[in-house]
């Protein structure tokens, strides 16, 4: 189910109905247990809405990591523990990797083995990647080497711990919960906040906006470039790069911001996942502010087991590296996407050799690093748009070199474009420099009227209706 279609727009209300209703009505002794199990089936529900029989394979990842983390914690020996957690992640990897990687691994080897001049025929299955299966496979990871560790305790529901991982707003996209902030909100009543259920509609109606009216807007001219590469050239392809830099972050954040916006009117609290990104003054500070709940989740379980960066600076960058290339790896069965992640890990062991990833900047200094950030990051884009290695290689030459200045799609898609860009640009600069208060909230008129007003005017004179599913859910 897209956050972004008409069975969502009947499916959310009711479920707050019906929460709501029975939060009021319900004796304590009930309460949470019926609440909950409301939220879990309607999270299958959710989830089942793409593809049924997937829900399957939702389930058998939350029983292996639910059955480990409680033969983690009676364990009383280190050897068994690990046992416990090395199964865990063994069986949830095995069944990612063959859902989102066989077929890659497949065509690589048979790549490789064709170039020495050894044919072999590796037999390929015809399935569909389930949607979202990289985001609860890492989530519920996290939660058994949480237990491993001793941060949390192993949850005894299985109930309790089914809907952490099914979640239904960031079930397919995200933000990567953690067992410390989520799991626990499961235990607790949640009453009805006007003010926090407002704060959530209004996240809700930003996300909207920036999908639909950005996002998918400018989708139309990227699709029209990145799909017909050979057919462009260098201003078209450059153009078409800044926008897709516009594009996965409007997709991107936009469902973040109605996923956070749904929870929050239910009660619940999900973690932020952007911070203004593209204000980033390094790559450092970049992964920072984007996607932060994936950044942390490689950080905690990938980066500092590997020894961070309290360590020797060849081992620093070794470890960045492997971490950035796996980063890529997760994002999708592609060479574009592992280039794109060690680009990134490049870019980081760079700044640390030149000391800037902590760096304090001023004024027009920061500007400048502001932009450099940028320009990386946008050809970095370009070959995680890209739907090959060697499209990307031709888009980048493309970019550096000159045409004549053309517009696909025409004057007035771009136009409408750069409303929108502009209407963020000034809430992102408004809320970058003024961290103390958001763009609206000093008002209470423009804030809970007029703000929420112009939003609804924009998305339905603006936005793009038929756009499809948000680019993450192929991660």
């Not at 569909?128 to 941060?151: K, T």
């Not at 748009?385 to 970019?399: C, E, G, H, K, Y």
């Not at 517009?407 to 640009?425: D, E, P, Q, R, S």
Request: hydrophobic residues 50%; positive net charge; proline residues 3%.
């Amino acid at each position: 189910m897209l956050f972004n279609s008409l069975q969502f727009l009947w499916f959310f209300p009711s479920i707050c109905l019906i929460y709501r209703f029975l939060n009021s009505v319900l004796p304590p002794k009930y309460k949470l247990t019926v609440c909950n199990l409301l939220l879990l089936v309607g999270s299958y529900y959710f989830y089942m809405c793409w593809q049924p029989k997937y829900a399957l394979l939702l389930l058998l990842s939350t029983a292996v990591t639910y059955l480990s983390a409680r033969l983690i914690e009676n364990s009383t020996s280190d050897r068994n523990k690990k046992i416990w957690l090395t199964a865990a992640i063994v069986l949830n990897l095995a069944i990612l990797f063959f859902y989102k990687y066989y077929a890659f691994a497949a065509e690589t080897i048979t790549a490789l083995m064709s170039s020495m001049g050894i044919a072999i025929n590796i037999p390929g299955f015809d399935i569909l990647l389930p949607v979202g299966i990289s985001f609860y496979i890492f989530q519920a990871l996290g939660y058994s080497i949480d237990v491993y560790r001793g941060n949390v305790q192993a949850e005894k529901n299985f109930l309790t711990y089914a809907l952490f991982v099914s979640f239904f707003p960031q079930l397919v996209a995200g933000p990567i919960e953690r067992s410390t902030n989520l799991l626990k909100q499961f235990k607790e009543e949640h009453q009805f906040d006007y003010d926090y259920a407002m704060s959530g509609f209004k996240l809700m109606l930003w996300g909207y906006f920036i999908k639909l009216c950005m996002a998918d807007r400018a989708a139309i001219y990227v699709d029209n470039v990145f799909n017909n590469i050979n057919s462009h050239e260098g201003y078209s392809t450059l153009i078409a790069s800044i926008m897709f830099t516009i594009q996965i972050y409007g997709d991107f954040a936009g469902y973040t911001f109605i996923a956070i916006g749904c929870a929050r009117i239910m009660g619940f609290s999900l973690n932020d996942n952007f911070r203004r990104p593209y204000f980033a003054v390094s790559i450092t500070d970049f992964w920072r502010r984007w996607h932060i709940s994936l950044s942390t989740w490689f950080r905690d379980y990938v980066y500092f087991p590997l020894g961070g960066s309290r360590t020797t600076k060849a081992k620093t960058y070794r470890n960045l590296m492997i971490t950035f290339g796996i980063s890529g790896l997760w994002h999708g069965a592609n060479w574009t996407f592992i280039v794109w992640g060690l680009l990134h890990g490049i870019a980081q062991c760079v700044e640390r050799a030149l000391g800037l990833h902590k760096r304090e900047l001023h004024s027009w200094n920061k500007l400048l690093h502001i932009l450099a950030t940028l320009f990386i990051v946008n050809i970095a884009w370009v070959l995680f748009r890209a739907n090959t290695i060697s499209d990307a290689v031709i888009a980048v030459q493309q970019m550096f070199s000159p045409s004549d200045f053309t517009l696909v799609n025409g004057k007035f898609t771009a136009f409408l474009v750069l409303i929108v860009i502009f209407i963020v640009f000034v809430k992102e600069t408004i809320e970058e420099f003024n961290s103390n208060t958001s763009s609206t909230s000093n008002n209470p008129l423009l804030s809970n009227y007029i703000w929420p007003i112009f939003l609804l005017v924009c998305i339905g004179l603006l936005g793009v209706f038929d756009g499809g599913q948000f680019i993450y859910f192929q991660f």
